[in-house]
């Protein structure tokens, strides 16, 4: 719900496709979703570094980073999960219109969330990655210790035990992160960039 109503939007002379010619690529959000310790952060990371290489503009929009910021004032109700991906699909649509690739890496546990996130954005500005993982192989990696902490009754609504999560029902890309490594599934991602033409303008 938009408060404001004495605004208006200020269209510049700098346009879309401007910022597409000098990059030399189309640009789009790649939102990662899945489990905690599905892999996603660790798999943006490879992901910005490979496009940094090959040229591409690219920044990774990393959940806990964000909550040290820009959405420090949020908690983890379902309110607060969806404002918090609102938000983020904010910043990332201007990244796109700035002609980057936005590499987001959040649980994003509610379809409905994401699909918004999509909605407010052009066709094929969305390019939805599931992480795929199994919450038993989740628990076992537990980098944070969240799992245990939940399976304990010290986290409350933590998505995967007492919170769902509700996988992509048509992403564009899955990656398996039981049967694939974090190198392999960003080059999964890069090649599918590569075949669809994102990296040329």
């Known amino acids: 719900m938009q408060k404001a109503t004495n605004i208006t939007w200020h269209q510049g002379v700098v346009t879309r496709e401007d910022r597409r010619k000098l990059l030399g690529q189309k640009g789009a959000i790649i939102w990662m979703t899945g489990l ?119 986290i409350k609504g933590f998505t995967g035990i007492d919170d769902p999560y509700e996988a992509p029902e048509r992403p564009e890309i899955v990656v398996d992160t039981e049967q694939m490594g974090p190198v392999e599934s960003a080059a999964r991602i890069l090649a599918y960039l590569e075949e669809k033409g994102y990296l040329a303008a």
């Not at 952060?41 to 496009?51: G, P, W």
């Not at 929009?61 to 999960?81: C, P, Q, T």
């Not at 991906?85 to 969330?113: M, N, Q």
């Open 36 to 154: 905690s310790a599905s892999g996603k952060s660790t798999i943006a990371s490879i992901l910005e570094k490979m496009l940094l290489e090959k040229g591409r503009a690219a920044y990774r929009l990393d959940g806990d980073n964000i909550r040290h910021g820009l959405n420090r004032n949020l908690g983890f109700s379902a309110e607060d999960r969806a404002e918090n991906i609102r938000r983020i699909g904010e910043v990332a649509k201007l990244f796109v219109d700035a002609g980057l690739f936005a590499i987001t890496s959040f649980i994003s546990p509610y379809r409905s969330d994401r699909e918004a996130v999509r909605a407010g954005v052009e066709p094929g500005d969305f390019i939805e990655v599931f992480v795929k993982v199994s919450v038993e192989a989740a628990e076992k990696r537990d980098p944070k210790g969240l799992y245990k902490k939940a399976r304990a009754g010290q």
